[in-house]
């Protein structure tokens, strides 16, 4: 059985950071490539950021310079450090693996965790 479980949200004041983490287990994800998407009240879920197993990475246009996505595959954990965080980047944000092609579609990942929230205050 999968499992990947964020961690790492909370509440952050607007200028400010998180460290996002998702641990994957029941599955080797070394070779897949992993996304992180996020929905906010009332909106569809929307890409944020992947990452594949060589480094690549593929960013939203929204988090472009402010966001960063890195793995480490012996830990078979994915992060996504968050820096400059504006109120718009309040949302719950969620991990996902694909066993096949990446990108930004949503229905391209097989496995998803439950989500973190993260909340930034103005």
């Known amino acids: 059985q999968v499992h990947m479980v964020e961690s790492g949200g909370g509440l952050v004041q607007a200028g400010g950071s998180l460290r996002l983490s998702c641990a994957a287990s029941?599955?080797?994800?070394?070779?897949?490539?992993m996304g992180w998407f996020r929905q906010a009240p009332g909106k569809e879920r929307e890409f944020v950021a992947a990452?594949?197993?060589?480094?690549?990475?593929l960013y939203a246009d929204s988090v472009k310079g402010r966001f960063t996505a890195s793995r480490d595959n012996a830990k078979n954990t994915v992060y996504l450090q968050m820096r400059s965080l504006k109120p718009e980047d309040t949302a719950v944000y969620y991990c996902?693996?694909?066993?096949?092609?990446?990108?930004?579609?949503?229905?391209?990942?097989?496995?998803w965790g439950r989500g973190t929230q993260v909340t930034v205050s103005s």
């Open positions: 990452v594949r197993w060589t480094g690549d990475t």
């Open positions: 996902a693996a694909t066993s096949g092609s990446w990108g930004m579609h949503s229905a391209l990942y097989d496995y």
């Open positions: 029941g599955r080797t994800f070394s070779s897949y490539p």
